[in-house]
C-alpha cells in the first residue's frame, strides 16, 4: 500500500469522526457545539477531511480497468454532486438561513441535496480517476452522511412542526 494514501486514509476517518461527533453534539444541544470556535475547527477539519479524500482518489494503490465511457460517467455523477451542492448550498444563503425552514427551489424536491451531491461525488471521482480502494471506502463515508442526515432531521423535526409533512413530500 502506498503511505500516502495510508495517511491520507486516516486523516479522513479522523475527520469524518470528529465531523459526526460535533453533529451528535449539536443534536444533543450541547453548548461546545454552539461555541464559535468549535465551528471553525469543525470547518478546517472538513477542509482537511475533503483535501485527504481527494489525495486517497490521486494515491489509491488499486487501480482498476473500468471502459472509458465507465469513467465518463463517474466524471458526470461527480460534476452532478458538485453541483447539487454547490447550488443547494447557494439556496440557502451560505451555511443557514437561520429560523427559516428552507423549502424552495432545489429543497422543494430534495431534502437534503447537499448530501446527495456528497454522495454522488464520493462515488464519481473514485470511478473517473479508477480508484478502487478509495471507492471501496465510500461506504464508511456514506454511512456518515446518513447518520448526519438523520440527527439533522431530527433536530428540524423538533424544531419545525411542518418538517413531518415536508419529509413526506420529497425525497432523501
Not at 440557502?92 to 437561520?98: N, Q, S
Amino acid at each position: 500500500m502506498h503511505p500516502f494514501f495510508a495517511v491520507f486514509f486516516v486523516l479522513c476517518f479522523i475527520g469524518f469522526a470528529l465531523r459526526t461527533l460535533f453533529n451528535y453534539l449539536k443534536f444533543k444541544g450541547s453548548s461546545l457545539a454552539e461555541k464559535k470556535t468549535v465551528v471553525n475547527a469543525v470547518y478546517a477539519v472538513m477542509a482537511v477531511l475533503w483535501f485527504s479524500w481527494f489525495q486517497m482518489c490521486f494515491f489509491d494503490p488499486v487501480k482498476i480497468a473500468i471502459p472509458v465511457w465507465l469513467r465518463h460517467a463517474g466524471l458526470a455523477l461527480f460534476v452532478s454532486g458538485v453541483f447539487l451542492f454547490v447550488f443547494s448550498h447557494l439556496r440557502l444563503g451560505g451555511f443557514t438561513e437561520e429560523g427559516k425552514l428552507v423549502t424552495g427551489g432545489i429543497y422543494s424536491r430534495i431534502r437534503n441535496p447537499m448530501y446527495l451531491g456528497f454522495i454522488l461525488w464520493i462515488i464519481g471521482f473514485p470511478v473517473f480517476t479508477r480508484s478502487m480502494a478509495t471507492l471501496a471506502s465510500s461506504v464508511l463515508w456514506i454511512a456518515h452522511f446518513l447518520c448526519w442526515k438523520i440527527l439533522e432531521e431530527k433536530s428540524l423535526e423538533r424544531k419545525f412542526p411542518q418538517y413531518g409533512q415536508y419529509k413526506k413530500q420529497t425525497w432523501f
